[in-house]
């Protein structure tokens, strides 16, 4: 659950009502079967005995070679073999606004749930729907299967039939209302805001405030998308849609705009994305950092900077000004690094290109350490959080109901316990922290490319940001072996 | 519920094991939620209330999973029986966050917003510490199973209760003989350095100077250190007898470092199995582990000589001869203390039915009937082993095991005596008002 590393979900797709968290669904199953862990103290303490050290160095040195190796490589040659894709079929927007209107009605209920289920946030759907299936489960999604949100997400169908309505015509093509130079920064404001309850707040586990909180958000994003429209302020305010978009660029499957799918090689997308503005880097920024900082708040070393005896963890409450202070600081520093890389590297190279250009090309770059760090801090909340989803949704409001048969089914903690579990989790979680960074590597090789005609000139101007991914690897491997509370 | 074709038939509602604890929704749903109907026609037979303030999340939630399994059988066990008074329990969760200050507020919202007949359930003692104010201001009882000191040290107030579980003065304490007895005269502790070691450093040098033994060195590790190699020579060469009370993720580090230390010839060990609670005590690196002693509450594994009454009790939790869940052999219970949420609901449902306990207006007709217990029989409501109760300190006292590692498994090897654990009450709270 939040603080959700320990602890953080899933359901059975029955009725129409329910279609929107399948894709959870999808994500867990597709978990279990590779792997488990639970991340309680003695669980951390299986880790700590494993020859971790190896791994560090290992994934540093594996990160420093795929730089060298790419540096040898004609950029062109691995741009043409990347750009390969197969086609698939091809649909239409049609039932767009079905499905949300579905979603919709699944988030509506699970609001109610929150506000009328059991207390307990393992029992009440909403917490286990909001933080492992959405937060976790759907952006895991994102990352393998593309953009899914723009037809899962509760605002669209709403926002169809309120523009009818009202006779506002079809506002997806009207003009831009929102100023550009605002560009994400009300999605960062807003991420901040996610991030900060999910992380600092006391209780955001807690059914009702949870409710009160998801609601509100659905409400004011929803009168903001009346009043802006909603292809402005899904695309810069709304950002979960934000977000969703810029991980989705990973994915193996695409869909262009004759809405033909196609299977390609992931990160495809990413490589031919235009610089994004200032806003959006630190959008991007930002969604990398808060999960780093969801981390690092629990180590041993952090709690020790301020004389918490992590052993006897005081509660969130305790760690507000804290957590926020960290929350903020994790940013800052992680923006001043990439900075400071981007604008060594243009030196080094000597490009003609703006720094922004070139940060807003290469903060791309990001997105899949974004997602190795989101699947490799958050996998043990998915596997047991996901059981209790699976049993709270058969019974949403705590009534005796059992709707998907799952209502009275074990929940096996131990899927992710002991020594065993913790040899295979370390295994996975690192594997994919090394995948992550070696993809970004490979991702800032390209977008050197487009800034720097010259290979020689192309490769150097990575050298320090490639000297960034090192570190952060090296850092994402230390968060999961150093010792945590909890 | 739905019948065998598929269709919902809430005449057949009734309360089942989840329902149990899932149950009480929020105030506004209770009064909508068909399974309540037939409770709301007649007060009488309207549900006890019982609020679980339960280690959800947080780093108690490990413990307060098994604590929910062990409440959810114990609830399940006295509704087959009849309920309390002849009223079905219904509990509710709130989940703390083992977070002191959300502790405080979950008290609140139990005695406030949802009306609950008492407060149940805690373990981690800080928690305990920073709610127990707000169960006293509002006068709702609130019983903890944490087996920390403070309840009997009677510096908290009236209203609390710890009825279920020894403390830890007391555990220490009526291990001392035995220490004494068979371990070693010349005792080296080595504890955290923080208030949970600091009850083992504090309780355990006078208790053995009374058997005729001694510590003759204490070693506080930093909470935060992860290796702990360079404390071993601070450890005396004369030492017969390693008391250690680890605790948290380094917990395994420490006992491979030790054994690195030693090697085959080594002190004897004691441990409080605290340090591994929860953890398969067969993990790599607890090897040099075997032929050593722990304390533990409840025993983990299954013994030759238990009772049916404890037979009965692990059937109902749902864990197997080895202490973990059935069915999911690496889910290692925390059987050391869990036991204490089942006994500590039936001396709910004693001191409920010995006041004649009809709603929140009786909650002092609770606290004083429950001061009244002196003393809880061995059997199905207390398969841990029989009990006695102060009730001007609001602590019960009870036997311990001591339990020798040996087979890749914990066997009880002694258990101590009741009055082993018993100290000089510190106060009475029955002197306060109510």
């Given at each position: 659950?939040?603080?959700?590393?320990?602890?953080?979900?899933?359901?059975?797709?029955?009725?129409?009502?329910?279609?929107?968290?399948?894709?959870?669904?999808?994500?867990?199953?597709?978990?279990?079967?590779?792997?488990?862990?639970?991340?309680?103290?003695?669980?951390?303490?299986?880790?700590?005995?494993?020859?971790?050290?190896?791994?560090?160095?290992?994934?540093?040195?594996?990160?420093?070679?795929?730089?060298?190796?790419?540096?040898?490589?004609?950029?062109?040659?691995?741009?043409?073999?990347w750009r390969r894709h197969l086609p698939l079929v091809a649909f239409g927007d049609g039932a767009r606004t079905i499905v949300s209107l579905i979603s919709f009605a699944g988030f509506a209920i699970l609001i109610a749930a929150g506000l009328l289920g059991s207390r307990d946030p393992l029992s009440n759907p909403l917490p286990l729907a909001i933080w492992t299936l959405l937060w976790v489960g759907l952006v895991l999604l994102h990352g393998l299967l593309g953009d899914l949100w723009s037809w899962l997400n509760p605002w669209y169908g709403p926002w169809r039939i309120a523009s009818r309505v009202f006779g506002r015509g079809d506002g997806e093509r009207q003009d831009p209302r929102l100023p550009?130079?605002?560009?994400?920064?009300?999605?960062?404001?807003?991420?901040?805001?996610?991030?900060?309850?999910?992380?600092?707040?006391?209780?955001?586990?807690?059914?009702?405030?949870?409710?009160?909180?998801?609601?509100?958000?659905?409400?004011?994003?929803?009168?903001?998308?009346?009043?802006?429209?909603?292809?402005?302020?899904?695309?810069?305010?709304?950002?979960?849609?934000?977000?969703?978009?810029?991980?989705?660029?990973?994915?193996?499957?695409?869909?262009?705009?004759?809405?033909?799918?196609?299977?390609?090689?992931?990160?495809?997308?990413?490589?031919?994305?235009?610089?994004?503005?200032?806003?959006?880097?630190?959008?991007?920024?930002?969604?990398?950092?808060?999960?780093?900082?969801?981390?690092?708040?629990?180590?041993?070393?952090?709690?020790g900077l301020f004389g918490i005896n992590p052993l006897e963890f005081p509660g969130r409450t305790a760690m507000i000004s804290i957590g926020s202070f960290g929350l903020v600081l994790m940013f800052v520093l992680l923006a001043a690094v990439f900075a400071l890389a981007v604008i060594f590297g243009q030196r080094l190279a000597g490009g003609k290109h703006s720094l922004s250009n070139a940060a807003g090309l290469?903060?791309?770059?990001?997105?899949?350490?974004?997602?190795?760090?989101?699947?490799?801090?958050?996998?043990?909340?998915?596997?047991?959080?996901?059981?209790?989803?699976?049993?709270?949704?058969?019974?949403?409001?705590?009534?005796?109901?059992?709707?998907?048969?799952?209502?009275?089914?074990?929940?096996?903690?131990?899927?992710?316990?002991?020594?065993?579990?913790?040899?295979?989790?370390?295994?996975?979680?690192?594997?994919?922290?090394?995948?992550?960074?070696?993809?970004?590597?490979?991702?800032?090789?390209?977008?050197?490319?487009r800034l720097h005609q010259l290979p020689a000139r192309a490769a150097l101007s990575q050298f320090p940001l490639t000297v960034l991914m090192i570190a952060y690897t090296v850092f994402g491997l230390w968060l999961l072996v150093t010792p945590t509370a909890g | 519920m739905t019948d065998k074709n598929g269709f919902f038939d809430l005449s057949k509602t009734s309360f089942t094991r989840r329902t149990a604890l899932k149950g009480l929704a929020a105030g506004a749903g209770l009064a909508v939620a068909p399974g309540f109907v037939r409770y709301s026609q007649a007060q009488s037979s309207a549900p006890i209330k019982i609020g679980f303030q339960s280690h959800r999340t947080g780093i108690g939630a490990a413990y307060g999973r098994w604590y929910e399994k062990t409440t959810a059988a114990a609830v399940k066990a006295i509704n087959d029986a009849g309920g309390i008074n002849g009223r079905p329990v219904e509990v509710i969760i709130e989940d703390d966050g083992t977070d002191p200050g959300r502790g405080a507020e979950v008290v609140g919202k139990f005695a406030t917003q949802h009306k609950t007949d008492i407060v149940y359930g805690t373990l981690f003692s800080h928690v305990v510490i920073g709610s127990a104010p707000a169960a006293g201001e509002a006068k709702i009882p609130y019983f903890v199973v944490?087996?920390?000191?403070?309840?009997?040290?009677?510096?908290?107030?009236?209203?609390?209760?710890?009825?279920?579980?020894?403390?830890?003065?007391?555990?220490?304490?009526?291990?001392?003989?035995?220490?004494?007895?068979?371990?070693?005269?010349k005792v080296t502790q080595i504890f955290p350095d923080f208030a949970f070691g600091y009850d083992h450093r504090d309780y355990l040098p006078p208790a053995l100077k009374a058997q005729g033994a001694e510590v003759i060195a204490q070693i506080a590790i930093p909470p935060t250190e992860s290796s702990f190699t360079k404390y071993f020579?601070?450890?005396?060469?004369?030492?017969?007898?390693?008391?250690?009370?680890?605790?948290?993720?380094?917990?395994?580090?420490?006992?491979?470092?030790?054994?690195?230390?030693?090697?085959?010839?080594?002190?004897?060990?004691?441990?409080?199995?605290?340090?591994?609670?929860?953890?398969?005590?067969?993990?790599?690196?607890?090897?040099?582990?075997?032929?050593?002693?722990?304390?533990?509450?409840?025993?983990?594994?299954?013994?030759?000589?238990?009772?049916?009454?404890?037979?009965?009790?692990?059937?109902?939790?749902?864990?197997?001869?080895?202490?973990?869940?059935?069915?999911?052999?690496?889910?290692?219970?925390?059987?050391?203390?869990?036991?204490?949420?089942?006994?500590?609901?039936?001396?709910?449902?004693?001191?409920?039915?010995?006041?004649?306990?009809?709603?929140?207006?009786?909650?002092?007709?609770?606290?004083?009937?429950t001061e009244a217990l002196t003393e809880f029989a061995e059997g199905p409501e207390h398969p841990q082993g029989p009990k006695t109760f102060n009730g001007k300190i609001h602590q019960c006292f009870g036997i311990q095991n001591i339990s020798k590692v040996e087979?890749?498994?914990?066997?009880?090897?002694?258990?101590?005596?009741?009055?082993?654990?018993?100290?000089?009450?510190?106060?009475?709270?029955?002197?306060?008002?109510l």
């Open positions: 659950m939040s603080g959700r590393t320990e602890g953080g979900a899933v359901e059975r797709y029955r009725s129409s009502v329910e279609a929107f968290h399948f894709l959870g669904l999808v994500a867990l199953l597709a978990c279990f079967s590779s792997t488990p862990a639970f991340a309680h103290a003695s669980d951390r303490g299986h880790v700590l005995l494993l020859p971790t050290g190896y791994y560090v160095a290992g994934g540093a040195l594996a990160v420093a070679a795929s730089f060298l190796v790419l540096a040898l490589l004609p950029p062109d040659a691995l741009d043409r073999f550009q130079w605002l560009g994400y920064w009300p999605a960062f404001l807003l991420f901040f805001a996610f991030a900060w309850f999910e992380l600092i707040d006391p209780a955001p586990d807690d059914p009702a405030r949870l409710a009160w909180a998801a609601g509100l958000y659905w409400l004011l994003s929803f009168i903001a998308m009346l009043v802006f429209g909603y292809r402005d302020w899904s695309r810069h305010g709304e950002f979960l849609t934000v977000f969703f978009a810029m991980v989705a660029r990973f994915a193996v499957v695409e869909r262009n705009e004759e809405g033909r799918l196609n299977l390609c090689l992931p990160g495809t997308k990413l490589l031919s994305a235009t610089p994004l503005p200032l806003s959006g880097i630190a959008f991007l920024l930002l969604t990398l950092s808060s999960v780093s900082f969801d981390g690092l708040s629990k180590t041993f070393f952090w709690l290469l903060v791309w770059s990001i997105v899949p350490i974004a997602l190795a760090y989101h699947f490799a801090h958050y996998l043990t909340a998915l596997l047991v959080d996901g059981q209790y989803a699976l049993a709270a949704l058969s019974d949403p409001f705590a009534l005796g109901w059992n709707l998907f048969g799952t209502a009275d089914m074990p929940i096996e903690a131990g899927v992710a316990a002991g020594a065993g579990s913790a040899w295979r989790l370390w295994n996975l979680q690192a594997g994919i922290i090394i995948a992550g960074h070696m993809f970004a590597v490979l991702l800032a090789h390209g977008f050197a490319w | 944490s087996e920390g000191h403070h309840v009997a040290s009677t510096k908290l107030n009236r209203y609390v209760f710890q009825p279920g579980i020894t403390d830890v003065k007391s555990q220490i304490q009526s291990m001392a003989p035995w220490i004494a007895a068979n371990a070693g005269k020579p601070q450890i005396p060469a004369e030492t017969e007898v390693i008391y250690h009370v680890m605790v948290g993720p380094a917990v395994l580090t420490f006992v491979k470092e030790l054994g690195e230390f030693y090697g085959s010839n080594r002190p004897q060990l004691f441990g409080f199995i605290d340090s591994l609670e929860a953890t398969d005590i067969n993990s790599p690196g607890l090897e040099f582990l075997d032929g050593s002693h722990f304390w533990e509450g409840s025993p983990r594994y299954a013994q030759p000589d238990d009772s049916p009454a404890q037979k009965a009790y692990r059937a109902a939790v749902g864990i197997d001869d080895n202490g973990a869940a059935v069915g999911d052999p690496k889910d290692v219970s925390t059987a050391a203390h869990m036991f204490g949420c089942w006994e500590t609901l039936y001396v709910v449902k004693k001191a409920m039915e010995d006041a004649g306990y009809k709603g929140p207006e009786d909650r002092t007709k609770l606290v004083e009937a087979g890749g498994r914990l066997n009880v090897v002694h258990k101590t005596k009741i009055e082993d654990g018993l100290y000089e009450p510190e106060g009475d709270y029955t002197t306060q008002a």
